[in-house]
């Protein structure tokens, strides 16, 4: 998450949240992590949140399969 630049293709980060303000200080927290503005996306109120929380579940499988090399979930479109 720290170093989206070495990745071929930097991960999109959603975000999901009903207060604007916290929203903010997320995606400002992202940019300074490195996280350009294209890739970051508003998906909405914290109903989103849910579907974007279960991407997680691949996550330990990658590992597994490929070693411990930098790797991201991303979607398509």
Do not use: N
């Amino acid at each position: 998450m720290t170093a989206p630049e070495i990745l071929t293709t930097p991960p999109t980060v959603r975000v999901s949240g009903d207060d604007e303000l916290a929203e903010k200080t997320v995606t400002d927290l992202l940019g300074d992590l490195g996280r350009q503005p294209a890739w970051i996306e508003d998906l909405g109120d914290v109903t989103t949140a849910r579907a974007t929380e279960a991407m997680i579940l691949v996550v330990p499988h990658v590992p597994r399969r490929h070693g411990f090399e930098p790797f991201a979930v991303s979607l398509a479109r």
